[in-house]
Antibody, heavy 134, light 109 residues
């Protein structure tokens, strides 16, 4: 069975740090990009970061750049999110997801972009809760 | 403020059809492929549509997706009370180099 299980959430003070983990099973972990997505209380889904299969490429939402770091260990079938300088607005349920993510040369040159991107998140974990509060 | 714009809520009677719109720009929906997710808070989100209009195995054909220009639409026919959930559109934004979501639409059946 394909499964993602997050752990590491908890209560942390503003300015503190926390490391989330996501354990994958049931598929060839090293073949997929992986993402972290969060949902703050009463808010919608917000993508946080993703990482390429070999860890050589990482993308982040602007609000966490310089504070959060995504990493992975393919030998342990795990992806991580190191969160530093935490703020109250980082309070959320954090989900791990398996990505399908690739690009193709753009057939429509009028878009102004050399590539078009395919992206979707096909497998999700149940989430882990992070609360940033004093 | 979300990069993609969805209506906050939609409603329809059981058995009826509903559409949920998702509006973006040339750097996201206009250039890239759109996916749709169903989410009940406290549970894992579920992929409903990918690549604008494809359904993963196990997703009934009551759910459909389409895209035109810088907008996308999710359609749900034969509404059931079990369809009550929050629905999100998502795509890659080529200018931001980031995945972007709509703000979510709450469906009431």
């Amino acid at each position: 069975e394909v499964q993602l299980v997050e752990s590491g959430g908890g209560l942390v003070q503003p300015g503190g740090s926390l490391r989330l983990s996501c354990a994958a099973s049931g598929f060839t972990f090293s073949s997929y990009y992986m993402s972290w997505v969060r949902q703050a209380p009463g808010k919608g889904l917000e993508w946080v970061a993703n990482i390429k299969q070999d860890g050589s490429e990482k993308f982040y939402v602007a609000s966490v750049k310089g504070r959060f770091t995504i990493s992975r260990d393919n030998a342990k079938n795990s992806v991580y999110l190191q969160m530093n300088s935490l703020r109250a607005e980082d309070t959320a349920v954090y989900y791990c997801a398996r990505d399908q993510f690739w690009r193709a040369a753009n057939a429509d040159i009028l878009t102004g972009f050399d590539y078009c991107y395919y992206h979707y998140m096909e497998v999700w974990g149940k989430g882990t809760t992070v609360t940033v509060s004093s | 403020q979300s990069v993609l714009t969805q209506p906050p809520s939609v409603s329809a009677a059981p058995g009826q059809k509903v559409t949920i719109s998702c509006s973006g720009s040339s750097s996201n929906i206009g250039n890239n492929y759109v996916s749709w997710y169903q989410h009940l808070p406290g549970t894992a989100p579920k992929l409903l549509v990918y690549d604008n209009n494809k359904r993963p195995s196990g997703i009934p054909d009551r759910f459909s997706g389409s895209k035109s220009g810088t907008s996308a639409t999710l359609g749900i026919t034969g509404l059931q009370t079990g369809d009550e959930a929050d629905y999100y559109c998502g795509t890659w934004d080529s200018s931001l180099s980031a995945v972007v979501f709509g703000g979510g639409t709450k469906l009431t059946v």
